[in-house]
């Protein structure tokens, strides 16, 4: 083996132990939304966000470019209805695609 390789090898083995001893860490946080109006655009936006996911979980070829959609079909009562996302950034939608991506990964069958 070479030099370069060797120290390599021995890097990923002190990486290995390093992460032996770490412990994964949830946080869980409370958000306060003081005025009524920042109320109602927290309520939005998670609103949206659960629009775009379950859109997407119907069509799963659109969750690679989930980014760049604008509007989604949602259903209301017994018929399909467009929305706009308005108010979520192309880096939250590229994150929720992302997530039910993994998601998916993590429930199939190999």
Same mark, same amino acid.
């Not at 060797?6 to 939304?33: D, N, P």
């Given at each position: 083996? !070479?030099?370069?390789?060797?120290? @390599? =090898?021995?890097?990923?083995? *002190?990486? =290995?132990? =390093?992460? *032996?001893?770490?412990?994964? %860490?949830?946080?869980?946080?409370? $958000?306060? +939304?003081?005025? =009524?109006?920042?109320?109602?655009?927290? #309520?939005? %936006?998670? !609103?949206? +966000?659960?629009?775009?996911? &379950?859109?997407?979980?119907? #069509? !799963?070829?659109? +969750?690679? &470019?989930? #980014?760049?959609?604008? !509007? %989604?079909?949602?259903? %209301?009562?017994?018929?399909?209805?467009?929305?706009?996302?308005?108010?979520?950034?192309?880096?939250?939608? *590229?994150?929720?695609?992302?997530?039910? $991506?993994? &998601?998916?990964?993590? @429930?199939? @069958? #190999?």
């Amino acid at each position: 083996m !070479t030099e370069k390789s060797l120290k @390599i =090898k021995e890097s990923l083995l *002190q990486t =290995k132990l =390093k992460r *032996q001893h770490q412990m994964g %860490v949830t946080y869980k946080l409370k $958000i306060q +939304a003081k005025t =009524k109006r920042k109320k109602l655009l927290l #309520n939005s %936006v998670f !609103t949206q +966000a659960k629009w775009l996911y &379950n859109f997407l979980i119907f #069509n !799963t070829d659109k +969750a690679y &470019n989930a #980014n760049k959609l604008e !509007t %989604v079909l949602v259903k %209301v009562g017994d018929s399909f209805k467009e929305r706009q996302l308005s108010l979520l950034g192309s880096q939250i939608k *590229q994150e929720i695609g992302h997530r039910l $991506i993994e &998601n998916l990964k993590g @429930i199939s @069958i #190999n």
